[in-house]
């Protein structure tokens, strides 16, 4: 009897001895990887993730002139170049057209983009050394990017190059709708973004070529800073 009952209390020392061991580990395992979360933790994250894919920029800008720059609005009808597709605005993208032929501004671009709605690539605005002409609704998706973050996310903008234009004066006018499009919606400097930072394409070719990039965004903060 005496020989079964010590049996019993060692047999409950070793499990005693096994559940704290398992407990432990339990405890030990966070500590050693702490990425690792909970199913629920990674539901909530994807559920926040799908919620800011559903937010959209509910208003366009459609600016007469941003800092005594007249701005020409002319939408081009709905098609592959503008699927009408809403979203947030995140970031402006800058561009240069690459187009060096004479006369070639801001309007014939314009013009362009309305004869040509079925294009694979599209963009909001397209500077020149005097005037801006505004085709599709900032909050309206467009093909300037050729990648999805910024295509989703991004104002296109294209500066002219043509060699008959002031490329410096369309510089200016570059960095003054940028400034006016950062304060419509709230943006930051760090919302500047380049075609280069989404592909590695080299574009817009003249300022990074020259590294004039600082400069740009220098530009719109003193016009952020010394407003109309």
């Known amino acids: 009897m005496v020989f079964i009952v010590k049996t ?6 070793k499990r005693y001895k096994i559940i704290l061991f398992l407990l432990l580990i339990l405890a030990i395992i966070p500590q050693l990887f702490p990425e690792s979360k909970t199913q629920s933790e990674v539901n909530a994250k994807t559920s926040e993730k799908s919620k800011n894919e559903l ?11 941003v800092y005594g720059v007249p701005v020409y609005t002319e939408l081009i009808d709905e098609g592959i170049a503008r699927p009408t597709t809403k979203r947030l605005v995140k ?11 004479n006369g070639v501004g801001a309007k014939n671009h314009a013009t362009y983009l309305k004869n ?24 309206e998706i467009a093909h300037h990017a050729g990648d999805k973050e910024g295509n989703t996310y991004g104002i296109g903008i ?9 490329f410096n004066k369309a510089f200016d006018n570059g960095a003054k709708l940028v400034a006016y499009l950062l304060e419509f919606y709230d ?24 590294k004039r990039l600082d400069e740009f965004k220098n530009t719109v903060n003193y016009y952020l800073t010394n407003k109309r």
Do not use: M, R
Request: net charge negative; glycine share 2%.
């Open 158 to 166: 294209e500066l002219c190059v043509n060699k008959d234009g002031n």
């Open 91 to 101: 970031y402006i993208v800058l561009h240069e057209t690459d187009n060096f032929i």
């Open 55 to 65: 937010k959209i920029t509910e208003t366009s800008a459609f600016p007469d002139n």
């Open 8 to 13: 019993k209390k060692k047999h409950l020392k």
């Open 116 to 139: 040509n709605n079925e294009s694979s690539t599209s963009w909001h605005y397209t500077i020149d050394d005097h005037e801006i002409y505004h085709h599709i609704p900032d909050n």
């Open 187 to 210: 943006l930051d400097i760090t919302a500047i973004k380049t075609h280069h930072d989404f592909t590695g394409k080299d574009c817009p070719n003249n300022i990074l070529k020259n």
